[in-house]
């Protein structure tokens, strides 16, 4: 095959990803027209519609469905082999692609990278915040952070971080006056400030364990973000309770800017961990980023 041809192919399956020849041309580095270009000699040379646009829109024909899914796991596969060639280098050097929610990144990732990276400068990190559960072979990303709880089997998870606990918080001043929950059914009396999911398009429902009893509660309220740090905000400001990682509001609680509700249902589980295909030919840079992330405690 001509090496332009394989140069098409490669920008064909970002443009199927992304959903969107500007997102695809920003991603590649080249011009929206050049990029519409290549494509459109892309389905002149094989004969068949490979994508259908609209004027809001770009989605994969069945014949171009069918083309990416094929593309995808070699395209994939030749770049990690590419990739791996560093490992000849005297210093390790690559991108690492990395999903996390913010939480996470805030709170494991971002402490563990800015120790790490100073020491390696051919090392170049992305992170991208999701709360999704984002596919990431298909997202192409070498890695993602989640709950154990939520990785699916198949993949290798690391510890990265210890156990962690939820905490239901609402100011002072929101509190006064009312009665405060003493069980979780309690919470649909209240203002609740709700995170929105963005892969299922719902609102994330509290989860709470007491001796084994486990609830699922659905709340109500004025707000609902899909940013932790406006969660917090909101409970601050007395517009509502909130549910958060425990470490995201100990220092709002140790100043009094924050009560604590609920303690005794919010029980402790399983922290994050990096996640990544069992398959994934491993650099030397995803090698060394999963050691410094590695939870040793």
Known sequence: MARENLDDLAAFLVVARERSFTKAAAKLGVSQSALSQTINNLEARLAVRLLTRTTRSVAPTEAGERLAQTL???????????????????????????TADEHAANMVLWPALAKCLPKFPDIKVEVMIDYGLTDIVAEGYDAGVRNIEIIAKDMIAVPIGPKMRMAVVGSPDYLKGRSRPEKPQDLTAHRCINLRLPTHGGLYAWEFEKKGRELRVRVDGQLVFNSVALLLKGALSGLGLCYLPEAEVKDHLKSGRLVRILEDWCEPFSGYHLYFPSRRQQTPAFSLLVDALRYRG
């Not at 995808?72 to 390790?92: G, V």
């Open 72 to 98: 995808a796991p070699r395209l994939d596969d030749i770049d990690a082999e590419l990739t791996a060639l560093t490992a000849l280098r005297d210093r390790p050097a690559g991108t690492v692609r990395i």
